[in-house]
């Protein structure tokens, strides 16, 4: 994230110990990262995530799209955050990828996603949308 200067992202994580141990620690890799780099923290380069949702267990593709669209709606138009950092299941990743099509090309995120749900076929859908 660093080495991409991303500054905001948004973290969308599973129900369950993966999903919730990975942000939990994400957030603790970030508040350490912070501490340590007093050279980004005196220019201001520090990773902020703007919005975090947990997502409930047996969640739906819509119920995916509604929480993209929240995150979007929340940021209005002054800050555009389109980098995703993902800690979720293999089917949760199905899901979220299903509710990214139906916006049908209007929000083309770049997902930042953890290895739990990589696959060959997850994989080549990924770059699909990419």
Known sequence: LQRLNFTYVNTIYSNGDYGEGGFREFKRFLKLIHLNDEERKSRGARICIAD????RRDVTVQEIRSIFETMIDRLGSDVQVRV???F???E????LLQAIKLFNGTHRPVLIASD????TN???FFFFFI
């Open 84 to 86: 995703y950092v993902l």
């Open 88 to 90: 979720v299941t293999k």
């Open 122 to 124: 997850a994989f080549f």
């Open 116 to 119: 739990a749900w990589v696959t």
């Open 92 to 95: 949760d990743a199905r899901k």
């Open 52 to 55: 975090e949702q947990r997502l």
